[in-house]
């Protein structure tokens, strides 16, 4: 399977100005290493058959014929070859000469591509030999080393969702580039053939340009350009490669190298392409541009071996940037919640805490919430509500914590309640079933509602998105409060977010917090065990959260199917998980996703954090009865 993935190479060869046989040689080098690596789109840089800084030898008649030569022997070298190779060459047409990008497959020229937006400024003289691809209204017939093709603006067919499209150098730098007309017409992939020469400060302002560029056409943007060799005259060029997918750097090669440089990576059509269809604001345009089938690429297997599968996608994969991201993130949540206590005219808020993770982050939350407003702390009234699995560690936890923050403490056992409610509905407490289970929490929400009455606050709840996705809540229990803090805040990216404020407190605070960060996940609703410790360990039921949180993003945002999320999970936890246990917990996530729709389609108000949220009102809408069987086969 290719799994939706396609394999592109960014190639910056060894060259010799005005020497197209020696650059023809470096070339067929480089696509005989592309096809070692399984590559099936090869991108050379701006003029790769002559160099780019040739100057008025582009006039020469000697000069196109050996670039046509060359072209012509690279074309056939790719005879029966399973790979597109896009070249660029000047191409003599009509009664002027274009800088084209040149898309070969199979040992045929498929079609030639000019550019459109000549530079002609600073160091740049372009216009003195090439005309711009804007003059062509439509496509048109050309003849070209032998082959019957055409010569304009065009998309190219690939097979399996895969389109692609090319630009040239300048054409990106413009306010209106190319490619997001052809991305409006369909294409996915946009290639850009360029010559950038360097200066100080130009690589990340570079960088930047083409990651955006990837981000607003939602595609796979793969910029290469020309080397060391190109003349020295004035300029200096280093070869820079580039490829990037929907914002995303996913490889990028060393500049300023001697030899030849290929850049790889594995691009997602299948993601790139359900972003799209989700993203109503993505324009679909008509236009003038033809379409070419390249019917000759065989894409039917992908190892991913050129992808990195990012295994905790909620959490910033750069480390630097998990402070600024935990910092907003906190900020958003604390805001709503202050907006919602203010347009009630409530007098604080009142949550329960347990001592586990979610409870300690939608406390922090309102401590911020309370500074926000200009409130003192004691506005929040935490209460804790000892039960039959309530253990010492996270008792204490919640008590001291609650000092620490100096919020309103209060006690209220449920014990005697629960077991007087299991007398009554005939229910023997020695069953320690589901009954059992949630009585406790459903006792404990009717404690906190009541409270909030009685003292005119606002009820904050504290489950998170991870537990709505999988339905480990208590229906009219803990599923239900007044204001989520925590709804779209999924479990792997709780831990960040105690930890970042951890880091942020004073020693007794962030020792709290610290060893709660250290406290195995519970409800705490079976009794501990014969030590006192948490006997009740959520993920020894439903699996560990990092792989359905994982199976959450994947699924959610791009709609991938079972096999798929299955092999990017044996990709991203390789050495982790076993393939039996992703697998088991795969079908786990699967079955309680479909089946725990009807707790998300009541659930409360609250603050959406990030890309993914399962809000009924916004992000997910979902029949609570559909049918699983087929998405878990």
Not at 342 to 369: F, K, P, W, Y
Request: hydrophobic share 35%; glycine share 6%.
């Amino acid at each position: 399977m290719n799994y939706g993935m396609i394999r592109l190479a960014c190639a910056s060869p060894k060259l010799k100005v005005a020497s197209p046989s020696y650059n023809k040689n470096e070339i067929i080098k480089l696509i005989d290493e592309a096809l070692e690596k399984n590559v099936k789109i090869l991108v050379t840089p701006e003029l790769s058959v002559t160099g780019y800084t040739c100057a008025d030898l582009f006039f020469s008649k000697a000069l196109q014929n050996k670039a046509e030569a060359a072209l012509k022997e690279i074309t056939d070298y790719t005879n029966g070859k399973n790979i597109c190779v896009i070249l660029g060459a000047p191409v003599s047409f009509l009664n002027s000469l274009y800088n084209c990008a040149v898309v070969i497959a199979n040992g045929e020229i498929k079609g030639v591509v000019p550019k459109q937006c000549i530079a002609n400024y600073n160091e740049f003289y372009e216009k003195r030999w090439f005309a711009s691809g804007r003059d062509f209204k439509s496509v048109q017939p050309i003849r070209l080393c032998g082959f019957d093709t055409k010569i304009g603006s065009q998309l190219f067919d690939l097979g399996d969702g895969a389109v692609l499209a090319a630009e040239i150098c300048e054409d990106l730098w413009t306010p209106n580039p190319p490619s997001s007309t052809m991305a409006c017409l369909g294409a996915n992939i946009i290639i850009n053939l360029s010559a950038s020469d360097e200066y100080v400060s130009k690589a990340q302002y570079r960088r930047d340009l083409i990651s955006n560029q990837s981000a607003r056409c939602i595609c796979a943007y793969a910029y290469t350009s020309s080397g060391v060799y190109e003349s020295s005259t004035d300029l200096v060029f280093s070869g820079a490669t580039l490829i990037c997918e929907n914002g995303a750097v996913l490889a990028e090669g060393k500049r300023f190298s001697r030899e030849n440089v290929l850049t790889i990576a594995d691009i997602d059509i299948e993601k790139l392409n359900a972003q799209r269809q989700s993203n109503m604001s993505f324009e679909n345009i008509s236009g003038t541009s033809e379409t070419i089938p390249i019917n000759c690429i065989d894409n039917s297997d992908n190892d991913l071996s050129y992808r990195y599968v990012d295994p905790h996608p909620f959490v910033p994969s750069d480390k630097a940037k998990v402070k600024e991201r935990c910092e907003e993130i906190f900020a958003i949540q604390a805001s709503g919640l202050a907006k919602r206590i203010e347009h009630i005219n409530s007098g604080g808020c009142i949550i329960g805490i347990s001592g586990g993770l979610d409870s300690t982050l939608a406390l922090l939350v309102s401590v911020q919430a309370m500074k926000l407003l200009g409130k003192k702390s004691s506005d929040i009234l935490g209460i804790t509500m000892p039960g039959f699995g309530t253990t010492d560690r996270t008792y204490n936890n919640a008590i001291e914590l609650m000092k620490s923050l100096g919020v309103g403490i209060k006690e209220i056992s449920i014990k005697d309640a629960c077991i007087q409610h299991m007398k009554d509905i005939e229910h023997d407490e020695s069953v320690k079933d589901i009954t059992y289970e949630n009585t406790q929490a459903r006792e404990r929400t009717q404690i906190l509602f009541d409270m909030a009455n009685k003292h005119g606050k606002l009820l904050v709840g504290t489950g998170d998105l991870s537990e709505l996705a999988m339905g480990w809540c208590t229906y009219n229990g803990d599923h239900m409060s007044m204001y989520g803090v925590n709804v779209s805040v999924p479990k792997t990216l709780v831990r960040y977010l105690v930890e970042y404020v951890a880091h942020e407190s004073n020693e007794k605070t962030r020792k709290i917090l610290l060893d709660i960060l250290d406290t195995p996940v519970s409800p705490e609703l079976l009794p501990p065990d014969e030590n006192g410790k948490i006997a009740q360990k959520t993920e020894d039921n439903i699996g560990p959260y990092e792989l359905h949180d994982f199976f959450l993003y994947n699924f959610v945002r791009f709609g991938f199917d079972k096999a798929k999320l299955k092999r990017l999970a044996q990709k991203a936890f390789d050495g982790t998980y076993t393939n039996d246990e992703i697998e088991k917990w795969l079908n786990v996530f699967i079955k309680r996703f479909f089946i725990s729709q009807f707790k998300r389609s009541c659930i409360l108000d609250g603050p959406k954090v990030g890309s993914v949220s399962l809000s009924p009102r916004g992000d997910w809408r979902m029949p609570s009865d559909a049918s699983f069987e087929d998405f878990i086969k």
